[in-house]
């Protein structure tokens, strides 16, 4: 809201004969001057980018600067935006002593208040979903102003696609898909800083906006073409119910022990089940696999069987006849589960 102040001078000014003659009620001239004043309230933040991962906490910072008092009337209201920007997700909102979380926020969220001027966001007990851009915005009166802080996770991007092969996944598919390998669909953010970290991949997959691209590195005929730039390529948007594509899924830190499960002989898919429920474990997903490798840098060089009847093994240190070239989850497929030839990888959850 832009305030007007109008200041009227009244002056006497030296008569003009000519001038007066036919307009003698103009012996006075009034000079208005208008002055815009900018703003009386606005928001500012210390990082525009928050990193945490899965099970931290975060603060979202966002701090208020008045040219007056604010009023107990004054809303502060916290949203996160959509990976398409379409719609907003209500997070918190504060007035005077009335404060409310909405949703899956509820419980894990406040306002930090190191002053009255301090509207920032603490969120605690960080989810894969929560990752993000948030809406900060105070609303006092007329006044309004807003300011938005994005929230990274640490974690890894990864493709995946089911048993029954590539291009099998519509959108909602590929979402569901994720969630059981204890992922969520990556954003397009998220992939180009894998991609920049070296991810290479020929098969295009979904991202959480809708749209399909992916990653190449090392350009080549079969992956857009061998006289191409490295870059992320892209389908655009597509049919989320009509099209099918693999994913990519992001994941992070977990709660728990992922492990390879020390057994006397090779293991069927339900032998392996049932000695890592024995174990007081069960068998470990894809997403959780990728997550030990990458971010706690977990090396075997046994393939075992996952949850979803894949078969894996995780090298952080590249060596002869173990992922001699590069650092990888390497892939073995999804062979018959009744095949008596692989170990088992294991995951114990922990409070």
């Known amino acids: 809201m832009i305030l007007l102040l109008i200041w009227s001078l009244l002056s006497l000014t030296a008569a003009d004969p000519h001038v007066d003659a036919p307009h003698p009620e103009l012996d006075h001239s009034r000079t208005i001057y208008v002055v815009e004043n900018g703003p009386r309230l606005s928001l500012s933040t210390e990082q525009s980018r928050v990193v945490s991962r899965r099970g931290g906490n975060a603060t979202l910072t966002c701090r208020i600067q008045s040219a007056a008092p604010l009023s107990r009337k004054t809303r502060i209201k916290w949203t996160k935006l959509t990976a398409d920007f379409l719609k907003e ?8 002593h009335h404060k409310r979380s909405y949703g899956r926020f509820h419980g894990r969220v406040h306002l930090q208040n190191s002053s009255p001027l301090d509207a920032s966001l603490v969120l605690g007990d960080i989810t894969l979903d929560d990752y ?11 006044e309004d102003a807003t300011v938005v802080v994005s929230l990274d996770l640490e974690g890894v991007v990864f493709p995946y696609f089911p048993r029954l092969g590539r291009y099998n996944l519509n959108f909602y598919e590929a979402e569901r898909a994720c969630r059981e390998q204890d992922a969520v669909v990556a954003s397009f953010d998220q992939l180009y800083e894998s991609w920049r970290g070296g991810l290479d991949w020929c098969n295009a997959g979904w991202l959480s906006d809708g749209s399909v691209q992916y990653p190449i590195t090392t350009p080549r005929e079969p992956c857009g073409g061998k006289n191409t730039v490295p870059g992320i390529r892209n389908y655009g948007r597509r049919d989320k119910e009509k099209n099918q594509y693999d994913v990519f899924c992001f994941t992070s830190f977990h709660k728990g022990r992922f492990y390879f499960l020390i057994h006397p002989s090779k293991l069927t898919y339900d032998e392996a089940a049932a000695a890592c429920r024995k174990d007081g474990a069960q068998l470990a997903k894809v997403g959780q696999m990728f997550a030990a490798w990458k971010l706690l840098g977990y090396d075997r060089c046994d393939a075992g069987w996952l949850a979803d009847g894949s078969v894996r093994y995780p090298i952080s240190r590249p060596r002869r006849r173990c992922s001699p070239t590069e650092a990888a989850v390497r892939f073995h497929g999804h062979p018959d589960k009744k095949h008596k030839l692989y170990g088992a990888y294991c995951f114990k959850g922990s409070d």
């Open 132 to 142: 993000g851009r948030y809406k900060c915005e105070v609303i006092d009166g007329l």
């Open 89 to 96: 997700e209500d997070v918190f909102v504060v007035m005077d």
